[in-house]
């Protein structure tokens, strides 16, 4: 069965400093890959996705992430954090073309000032 | 900017009465599904619909019913609220294997 593992379930970094999000899944093929923020209170955006092509994607709000087929992973990334993306992170798959996202459980972004 | 909408954003409630959570898409989208968060976990997919008179369950058991008699509304159902029901459920929607997009969610509390 497909799973995504976040294995980070915080991080803490100072703001201007830069962020790499890990996450891994666990599927046969090259799935397609999301990676979702949720602020407070707040329903979940969609940062950026990977369906094919160009391994290196850019998303909104300046982050970036890289897909590597060799380690199944496809981790976020962005060079200097602000305040503002103090949030949770969702890293998500979707496989076999049946239109359901794995989820991973998360990890929340924590700026230091 | 997304176009879904969910309402109540807080209930609180007490055992044994039945809810339902409403949820609507302005755009159109042929898919939605309803999801199950708890803090620190992952989203867990309870219902979902691929069109009009589409229904399925998802991988996670649940004890709510869906309905989807119109393409741009999709209400989940509690017929008898119990404490193991308190949650966040969270409504998207999608077309075709695009973007999903999300409403602010549906805090329950039962008591």
């Known amino acids: 069965a497909q799973s995504v593992t976040q294995p980070d379930i915080h991080i803490t970094v100072s703001e201007g400093a830069s962020l790499e999000l890990r996450c891994n899944y666990s599927y046969g093929a090259t799935p397609y890959l999301f990676w979702y923020v949720q602020s407070p209170g707040q329903g979940l955006q969609l940062l950026l996705k990977y369906f094919s092509g160009d391994t290196l994607v850019q998303g909104i709000k300046g982050f970036e992430a890289e897909f590597k087929r060799s380690q199944s992973s496809f981790n976020l990334r962005k060079p200097s954090v602000h305040w503002s993306d103090a949030a949770e992170y969702f890293c998500a798959v979707e496989a076999d073309s049946n239109y359901q996202l794995i989820w991973g459980a998360g990890t929340k972004l924590i700026i230091k000032p | 900017e997304a176009d879904i909408y969910q309402t109540p954003r807080y209930l609180v409630i007490g055992t044994g009465k039945k809810i339902t959570l409403e949820c609507s898409q302005t755009?159109?989208?042929?898919?939605m599904y309803w999801y199950q968060q708890d803090p620190g976990m992952e989203l867990h997919l309870i219902h979902y619909?691929?069109?009009?008179?589409s229904t399925e369950k998802g991988d996670l058991s649940s004890e709510s019913t869906v309905s989807r008699i119109r393409t741009e509304h999709f209400p989940l159902t509690l017929e008898s609220a119990r404490p193991s029901h308190t949650s966040q459920y969270l409504c998207a929607s999608r077309w075709g294997a695009g973007e999903l997009f999300f409403g602010e969610g549906s805090r329950l509390t039962v008591l």
């Open positions: 755009m159109g989208h042929d898919k």
């Open positions: 619909s691929y069109g009009v008179n």
